[in-house]
């Protein structure tokens, strides 16, 4: 079996406005995250998330673990808008999940935090973007999520 090869695409830090709970639904616990803001820097790029381009739309499943489902509008250096758009999985055990819903800082050694994002943008400097896949280690923090999301080649 072949070994997956990456490299470092950026380290992204997101900032979270507070949750909306929508509450059980059909699909499971529904919580809605509003974003904020962030930075996220790289050696091929690096920028800012923009406020009110992006939320959350998270889904607590009946295993306890959580389903992310997130958008972002990214604004390089140089001006150039990308959409990060992923789908994520974080579990842990219940002890840790209650320390992390308390706003605890909680090391991700932890807790398991991955994501997979996809890029899509019209910056024919960024082209490249649309192409890829990555993947992503994630850290919660008390008002916000960070992660290194590596290109997988």
């Not at 992204?12 to 507070?18: E, G, K």
């Not at 295993?63 to 604004?75: A, C, E, M, Y």
């Given at each position: 079996?072949?070994?997956l090869?990456?490299?470092?695409?950026?380290?992204?830090?997101?900032?979270?406005?507070?949750?909306?709970e929508?509450?059980?639904?059909?699909?499971?616990?529904?919580?809605?995250?509003?974003?904020?803001?962030?930075?996220?820097?790289?050696?091929?790029?690096?920028?800012?998330?923009?406020?009110?381009g992006?939320?959350d739309?998270?889904l607590t499943?009946?295993?306890?673990?959580?389903?992310q489902?997130?958008?972002?509008?990214?604004?390089?250096?140089?001006g150039a808008?990308?959409?990060?758009?992923?789908?994520?999985?974080?579990?842990a055990?219940?002890?840790?999940?209650?320390r992390?819903?308390?706003?605890?800082?909680?090391?991700?050694?932890?807790?398991?935090?991955?994501?997979?994002?996809?890029?899509?943008?019209?910056?024919?400097a960024?082209?490249?973007?649309n192409?890829i896949?990555?993947?992503?280690?994630?850290?919660?923090?008390p008002n916000?999520?960070?992660?290194d999301?590596?290109?997988?080649?």
């Amino acid at each position: 079996m072949a070994e997956l090869m990456s490299r470092p695409l950026f380290n992204i830090s997101i900032a979270l406005h507070p949750i909306h709970e929508l509450g059980t639904t059909p699909a499971g616990e529904r919580r809605v995250v509003p974003v904020s803001g962030g930075t996220f820097e790289g050696g091929r790029l690096a920028g800012e998330i923009l406020p009110h381009g992006g939320s959350d739309l998270l889904l607590t499943r009946a295993d306890g673990s959580f389903q992310q489902d997130v958008r972002l509008t990214l604004r390089t250096r140089d001006g150039a808008l990308i959409l990060m758009t992923y789908r994520g999985v974080r579990h842990a055990a219940p002890e840790v999940s209650d320390r992390i819903a308390r706003g605890e800082a909680v090391g991700r050694s932890e807790y398991y935090l991955r994501i997979a994002p996809f890029f899509e943008t019209a910056s024919p400097a960024y082209a490249w973007l649309n192409r890829i896949i990555a993947i992503g280690l994630g850290e919660r923090r008390p008002n916000g999520a960070a992660y290194d999301v590596f290109e997988i080649l």
